[in-house]
């Protein structure tokens, strides 16, 4: 395959931790992709950023709260419709927490919000839904993972 361009994007799965829940984004009936699916934080990349910063960005542009980045949930590869290059995306997903979750407001981008905990989630979307496998995987990793591997990313950072 000749060497191509891509988009580069982020997702956050934002997890209220008093109530033990997550937050899904329902995507505007305007859009031109997805129109009406439920969602986490996603967008693209900007030149010249790096994945945490569009991340944050992202984060106030959608829902106009801060975040606290927790751990890296994954990564991904998908076309963002047909597969051509134009619309090859690579994405790492984050999960996030924000101190501020009573505080959100959607924008343009989003119809409505639900804060919901897994089972509502399992209960709701399908066993391949992307959005509750990555919630399933984040709910896993709160979970499991160390304090002391929580606090090494507070105090260093993801970056480079």
């Avoid at 009406?36 to 990349?45: A, K, L, N, S």
């Avoid at 399933?136 to 990793?141: A, C, H, K």
């Amino acid at each position: 395959m000749p060497i191509g361009r891509f988009i580069a994007g982020i997702a956050a799965v934002i997890w209220r931790s008093d109530q033990d829940r997550y937050l899904v984004l329902q995507r505007a009936s305007t859009k031109d992709y997805g129109a009406g699916d439920w969602e986490t934080v996603t967008g693209r990349v900007d030149q010249g950023e790096s994945y945490i910063t569009a991340l944050h960005r992202e984060v106030r542009e959608e829902i106009n709260v801060d975040v606290q980045i927790e751990f890296v949930a994954g990564v991904t590869h998908f076309y963002r419709g047909d597969a051509m290059p134009e619309n090859e995306l690579l994405g790492v997903m984050f999960a996030c927490t924000t101190p501020t979750p009573d505080a959100i407001q959607t924008g343009i981008e989003h119809d409505d919000y639900a804060w919901m905990t897994l089972a509502e989630i399992q209960a709701t979307f399908t066993a391949d839904n992307w959005m509750r496998r990555l919630i399933e995987r984040v709910d896993l990793m709160q979970r499991l993972l160390p304090d002391e591997v929580r606090q090494a990313i507070q105090d260093e950072g993801l970056e480079f």
